[in-house]
């Protein structure tokens, strides 16, 4: 198997892009940058091993976690806030189901591949708009990871062009 410093290449993966685990301080920087309320309902749409869900400030939270059978495109309920850090191979149809939840803030960690024209004007088709990006560089994971924030019917931070040049 190739390796590039320790870190197999993407293609090699077992589970490409789907199974990364956030570190704390990036789970951190993704709540502070999130500003939840004492009063938000948040939900961790991909709990993995909690390090988001367990460092949430105080609020009511709930989790979907596919490996404890929540599933989070069964997920049904209203809340204020979605947060995690998703599965990357099946980034827009995760979108759609935030999209779908009417939350106020979605907060994702995104890939640098993620982040796209084509999903920033779904998220701004429904009504959400970047607010906030910091940008990361996570030992062992692909290139730079956005944390970003989308707030319903604010003013973006960015603007961008769909057309192709």
Not at 90 to 104: E, G, V
């Amino acid at each position: 198997m190739k390796k590039v410093g320790k870190v197999r290449q993407i293609k090699e993966r077992p589970n490409a892009n789907d199974i990364f685990f956030t570190p704390l301080p990036i789970a951190l920087k993704l709540i502070n940058m999130t500003n939840i309320q004492r009063n938000d309902k948040v939900l961790d749409a991909c709990k993995g091993e909690g390090v988001i869900y367990n460092n949430l400030p105080p609020c009511e939270k709930d989790f979907c976690e596919i490996t404890e059978g929540r599933d989070f495109f069964e997920y049904d309920q209203p809340v204020d806030v979605i947060i995690c850090n998703p599965p990357f191979s099946i980034y827009t149809k995760w979108i759609q189901h935030c999209i779908s939840l009417n939350a106020k803030k979605i907060s994702l960690i995104m890939g640098c591949l993620n982040l796209t024209t084509i999903r920033l004007k779904l998220l701004e088709d429904n009504g959400y708009f970047l607010t906030k990006m910091n940008i990361v560089n996570v030992k062992g994971w692909f290139a730079n990871t956005y944390l970003v924030l989308f707030e319903k019917g604010k003013t973006p931070i960015i603007s961008y062009d769909t057309a192709r040049y």
